[in-house]
T-cell receptor
Framework: DAGITQSPRYKITETGRQVTLMCHQTWSHSYMFWYRQDLGHGLRLIYY???????DKGEVPDGYVVSRSKTENFPLTLESATRSQTSVYFCASSEAAGGSGNEQFFGPGTRLTVL | KQEVTQIPAALSVPEGENLVLNCSFT??????LQWFRQDPGKGLTSLLL?????REQTSGRLNASLDKSSGRSTLYIAASQPGDSATYLC??????????FGAGTRLTVKP
């Protein structure tokens, strides 16, 4: 199906483990984004990517790593998970070609719990 | 750094009422402002995007306005329905890459 998908939808892990959250989009959008949503903080940008092999930090990048070898995929890795990384993670994409191309479209989210 | 505020945090209205949701932002050099809807446990659905050169956008029963000089945006919902119940988020971007979100307004439309 066309659109933006995330996997897994739910994940429970333990402190110190490495976790990778996957994001895949079928629109060939140039820009992709990772956000986390927490009560009291709203949505905050973790990392974004303007194109394959181009990534940059957002507001809260510490403890996370991203890569983008293909336009359609943008995985987010927690190298050593901490309890403070328990959150709902959203991936988004946009054409960012100017005008209406800046509209961001979101995936369904991954609920991550770190014990 | 753009900061976005939404007041009230929650709003309850009877079905059929017209209503306005408010969004304030601190930096008038805003690039665009986007309104989203989020249902419990779900992702965000884009409702309307207003570019900095625009004053408003309309989609069906929804109308969003943007006033950069006052740092405000409003989302007007006409003839509200119970299916409109959700959390509404606004987000302002100063460039392509840095979008800042408000905390949202949780709307309940009572039958």
């Amino acid at each position: 199906d066309a659109g933006i998908t995330q996997s897994p939808r739910y994940k429970i892990t333990e402190t110190g483990r490495q976790v990778t959250l996957m994001c895949h989009q079928t629109w060939s959008h140039s820009y992709m984004f990772w956000y986390r949503q927490d009560l009291g903080h709203g949505l905050r940008l973790i990392y974004y990517s303007a194109a394959a092999d181009i990534t940059d930090k957002g507001e809260v990048p510490d403890g996370y790593v991203v890569s983008r070898s293909k336009t359609e995929n943008f995985p987010l890795t927690l190298e050593s998970a901490t309890r403070s990384q328990t959150s709902v993670y959203f991936c988004a994409s946009s054409e960012a070609a100017g005008g209406s191309g800046n509209e961001q479209f979101f995936g369904p989210g991954t609920r991550l719990t770190v014990l | 750094k753009q900061e976005v505020t939404q007041i009230p945090a929650a709003l309850s209205v009877p079905e059929g009422e017209n209503l306005v949701l408010n969004c304030s932002f601190t930096d008038s050099a805003i690039y665009n402002l986007q309104w989203f809807r989020q249902d419990p446990g779900k992702g965000l659905t884009s409702l309307l995007l207003i570019q900095s050169s625009q004053r408003e956008q309309t989609s069906g029963r929804l109308n969003a306005s943007l006033d950069k000089s006052s740092g405000r945006s409003t989302l007007y919902i006409a003839a509200s329905q119970p299916g409109d119940s959700a959390t509404y988020l606004c987000a302002g971007a100063n460039n392509n890459n840095d979008m800042r979100f408000g905390a949202g307004t949780r709307l309940t439309v009572k039958p």
